[in-house]
């Protein structure tokens, strides 16, 4: 057991535990880092090791899509000269990579379709993993997609912007992240208008499948269809958009969040998988609150959310035959950013900013829920917050071995890697 979870655990006063507590979150973590980190972990080593550094502030962007590429030598980033609001029309985002044997950032491009949860939505193309990569941008009138090579030459530009691929290289899929700027700021893009604006559940506006080889688009499954689907009385009023696309691990299937606002503030989601034309819908949970998710393999997903039954929360493990069951009950209590290792014995997750601003970074074995922290890092919500917050996001490399984030703990945006051989290998 830890050090400081050990004292914790003793039959202490609870002023007395309190006051450790405090000291060990106060003063040891601003002056004596090293002990801090040993109280936590029982270990004085600093695990994160930083791949960008200042002035300019550096960052991946989401937790669902692997910055490295096939080689492991490069990591995909962005690149941003400020770190304090939201990104504007005209603000332009440098997109490129990290050579990691020498930590250089090297920028191959610019775009005006950023934001700070998911960045362009950098990720390697599965036709050459090593070479050619995606990102998102802004040209005339509307969002595009574009693809690169390791020169920075465009090779393709696709007439809507790429939110996910199809690991076998021949779709993609694409949302209104215009409407996303309305609806869900810090995941649109800022300088195009909705053209659905005015409209509640647009019929000609959803889930979109791009044909990769002639560019081609199709909408697959569209509001207006979600919304007629089972109608719920929150529904009234509510304007509805899709976020959070992820294909299975082999692209059998596509998962996607069909989100309505309730009120001024409030909204619900309604978590569904499809097959990649769009056929065999079906809503995997409709308990009213769905957060992060991801595949393990093709038929089952691990997602925090309402439990369909008791409405608690929790990590639920769901499969595509309705089967529901709690994962970490005794020790995952929160919401985080969870993915499944590559070989599926592992899932990295996260925390938001507890009381004292700090998040968690952790291991956690499946399916027994045994956690290992790997770090605690600094993110002040007076800071970073709201639009422009910066999550860790963690994702794995390829092989298991190492794990990246995004964090502010040392005063910029910047990108890490951590380690986790000694577990997972």
């Known amino acids: 057991m830890r050090p400081l979870a050990t004292i914790n655990a003793l039959p202490l006063p609870w002023r007395i535990k309190n006051g450790l507590t405090l000291w060990a979150e106060g003063r040891v973590r601003k002056q004596r880092p090293a002990l801090y980190r040993w109280l936590h972990f029982g270990d004085a080593r600093d695990r994160a090791e930083p791949v960008s550094f200042g002035p300019k502030h550096h960052f991946f962007g989401y937790y669902d899509k692997s910055p490295w590429n096939a080689s492991q030598s490069a990591v995909l980033a962005h690149e941003s000269s400020f770190n304090d609001r939201a990104p504007g029309p005209d603000d332009r985002v440098a997109v ?3 050579h990691l044997a020498d930590r250089r950032f090297e ?51 696709y007439d809507r912007p790429v939110y996910a691929l199809l690991p076998d290289a021949k779709s993609a899929y694409s949302v209104n992240f215009a409407r996303l700027a309305d609806l869900r700021p810090g995941y649109g893009y800022a300088g195009l208008p ?27 499954v569209s509001l207006d269809a979600l919304a007629r689907r089972n109608p719920k009385p929150s529904m009234q ?25 309730v009120g001024e503030h409030g909204w619900e989601v309604r978590f569904y998988v499809c097959r990649p034309d769009g056929s065999e819908l079906r809503c995997l949970l409709d308990s009213g609150r769905v957060s992060h998710y991801d595949w393990q393999g093709d038929d089952a997903i691990l997602v925090w959310a309402n439990h369909p039954e008791t409405g608690k929360p929790h990590f639920l493990h769901v499969g595509l035959d309705g089967a529901v069951c709690v994962f970490g009950a005794d020790t995952l209590q929160e919401d985080g950013h969870c993915t499944f290792s590559p070989d599926g014995r592992w899932v990295l997750n996260d925390t938001y900013p507890d009381r004292f601003d ?11 829920g045994r956690r290992i922290d790997l770090a605690r890092l600094h993110s002040p919500k007076s800071a970073w917050w709201g639009e422009i917050r910066c999550d860790l996001h963690p994702r794995w490399r390829p092989d298991g071995k190492q794990v990246c984030i995004d964090s502010v703990h040392e005063g910029t ?8 051989e000694e577990w997972t290998a």
């Open 96 to 98: 490129g990579i990290i």
């Open 107 to 157: 920028p191959l491009a610019e775009t005006r379709a950023w934001n700070w949860q998911q960045g362009a939505m950098l990720q390697w193309h599965p036709a050459d993993r090593e070479r050619l990569f995606v990102h998102n941008d802004r040209r005339d009138d509307r969002y595009v997609g574009v693809v690169r090579d390791l020169s920075g030459s465009e090779v393709r530009v």
């Open 194 to 220: 909705d053209p659905f604006v005015r409209e509640a559940h647009p019929e000609a506006d959803g889930l979109w499948q791009i044909d990769l080889a002639s560019g081609a688009t199709r909408l697959v």
């Open 237 to 261: 009023g509510g304007m509805h958009y899709l976020n959070h696309v992820q294909p299975s691990r082999s692209g059998r299937w596509i998962a996607f969040f069909h989100i309505w606002t």
């Open 358 to 368: 700090m998040r968690t970074l952790m291991l956690v074995q499946w399916p027994s």
């Open 413 to 420: 945006r910047q990108m890490y890697v951590i380690d986790v």
